[in-house]
């Protein structure tokens, strides 16, 4: 049996695709800060499908402690998925909140790497995958996406170069750039506005965490020898605005 690590598996995305992994035949190790949620989410799937793992990714102790304890059947990895993640604030730069900025360099950024850094011999060893959850963020900048965006093209590009530096283990790295995906996360974002989240969403038919979970599993059974490098998917709903001028 094939064995995924799924950060940030508490809810949203993250959740959806261990469960679509495990649907599918994997086990899973799932992690995120909320134990009572991966408690759950074990009683429902399985302790044999799926071990819950409760750290916070920034937390570099408790991290390597979780890491390096997980029990025999969960320990090689065919599969990471990078998925832990959050924006907070939509403020302009000059007006954001710089410790908002460093917790999601911390998480989106130093956090993904460091745990990609330990699982690399393991994934080498199983000629396994990275799947790194960016965003449209990565590529198309927004008023207030600042700090945002630019953690999650460093996703991009972070994916881009472990497929150079990986090139002839067998390891495959794809970078999935997610648009609007109706989950926690503008909850999260905008620290808990209820009206905020259905001002986004209604009416918008946005993408599920279903939708990127199918995908995330897609591309982990692709056939061996196919790498996908970057994926880019939005809702039909969402598409692209225009330059602005400011006049003098
Ligand atoms: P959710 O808020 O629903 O899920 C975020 C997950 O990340 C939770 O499980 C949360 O777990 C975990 N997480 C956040 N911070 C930490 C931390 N410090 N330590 C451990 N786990 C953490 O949002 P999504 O499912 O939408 O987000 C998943 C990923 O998808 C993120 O990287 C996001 O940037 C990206 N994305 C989302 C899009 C969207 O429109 N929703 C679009 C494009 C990309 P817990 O709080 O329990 O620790
Ligand atoms: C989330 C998508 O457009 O809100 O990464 O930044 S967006």
Same mark, same amino acid.
């Given at each position: 049996?094939?064995?995924?690590?799924? &950060?940030?598996?508490?809810?949203?995305?993250?959740?959806?695709?261990?469960?679509?992994?495990?649907?599918?035949?994997?086990?899973?190790?799932?992690?995120?800060?909320?134990?009572?949620?991966?408690?759950?989410?074990?009683?429902?799937?399985?302790?044999?499908?799926?071990?819950?793992?409760?750290?916070?990714?920034?937390?570099?102790?408790?991290?390597?402690?979780?890491?390096?304890?997980?029990?025999?059947?969960?320990?090689?990895?065919?599969?990471?998925?990078?998925?832990?993640?959050?924006?907070?604030?939509?403020?302009?730069?000059?007006?954001?909140?710089?410790?908002?900025?460093?917790?999601?360099?911390?998480?989106?950024?130093?956090?993904?790497?460091?745990?990609?850094?330990?699982?690399?011999?393991?994934?080498?060893?199983?000629?396994?995958?990275?799947?790194?959850?960016?965003?449209?963020?990565?590529?198309?900048?927004?008023?207030?996406?600042?700090?945002?965006?630019?953690?999650?093209?460093?996703?991009?590009?972070?994916?881009?170069?472990?497929?150079?530096?990986?090139?002839?283990?067998?390891?495959?790295?794809?970078?999935?750039?997610?648009?609007?995906?109706?989950?926690?996360?503008?909850?999260?974002?905008?620290?808990?506005?209820?009206?905020?989240?259905?001002?986004?969403?209604?009416?918008?038919?946005?993408?599920?965490?279903?939708?990127?979970?199918? &995908?995330?599993?897609?591309?982990?059974?692709?056939?061996?020898?196919?790498?996908?490098?970057?994926?880019?998917?939005?809702?039909?709903?969402?598409?692209?605005?225009?330059?602005?001028?400011?006049?003098?």
């Amino acid at each position: 049996m094939k064995t995924a690590l799924v &950060t940030g598996a508490t809810s949203g995305i993250g959740e959806a695709t261990v469960r679509a992994l495990v649907a599918s035949g994997w086990r899973c190790v799932a992690t995120g800060r909320r134990k009572e949620r991966l408690d759950a989410l074990v009683a429902d799937l399985g302790a044999d499908k799926v071990h819950a793992a409760s750290f916070d990714v920034r937390d570099e102790a408790a991290r390597d402690a979780a890491l390096d304890g997980l029990p025999e059947t969960f320990s090689s990895f065919d599969l990471l998925v990078n998925n832990a993640g959050l924006a907070l604030g939509t403020a302009p730069a000059q007006e954001a909140a710089l410790d908002q900025w460093k917790t999601m360099i911390e998480t989106n950024v130093t956090a993904l790497a460091s745990i990609t850094h330990k699982l690399l011999p393991a994934l080498i060893e199983c000629k396994g995958a990275i799947i790194n959850i960016s965003s449209v963020a990565a590529n198309y900048p927004y008023p207030g996406g600042n700090a945002y965006g630019g953690t999650k093209a460093f996703v991009r590009q972070f994916s881009l170069g472990l497929r150079a530096d990986l090139h002839g283990t067998g390891v495959r790295v794809c970078s999935i750039e997610p648009g609007m995906v109706e989950t926690e996360f503008t909850l999260v974002r905008t620290g808990g506005n209820e009206e905020a989240h259905e001002t986004l969403y209604g009416g918008a038919d946005p993408m599920t965490a279903g939708d990127i979970a199918e &995908t995330v599993r897609w591309v982990a059974e692709l056939p061996p020898h196919l790498n996908i490098n970057t994926l880019e998917l939005m809702p039909v709903s969402q598409s692209f605005g225009g330059f602005r001028i400011a006049r003098a």
